[in-house]
């Protein structure tokens, strides 16, 4: 089963983003963009930053 985590390789801050585009399989730009033009982005984003749990790094 697919869980919501930070991204361990594709992060420009906290790896939220990259998290979100893996989660659903977008490119991570796009991810970026979204939270870009969302009115409460940075909230949303400290929120997930603090809360989601981190993707161990792959071997």
Not at 9 to 26: H, L, N, Q, S, W
Not at 36 to 59: D, F, H, R
């Amino acid at each position: 089963m697919k869980r919501l985590e930070k991204s361990s390789t594709d992060k420009a801050i906290v790896g939220v983003c990259g998290g979100i585009a893996e989660y659903f399989g977008i490119p991570s730009i796009a991810a970026r963009l979204i939270f870009m033009v969302t009115p409460a982005a940075l909230i949303i984003y400290i929120i997930l930053g603090a809360t989601l749990p981190e993707k161990p790094p792959s071997l």
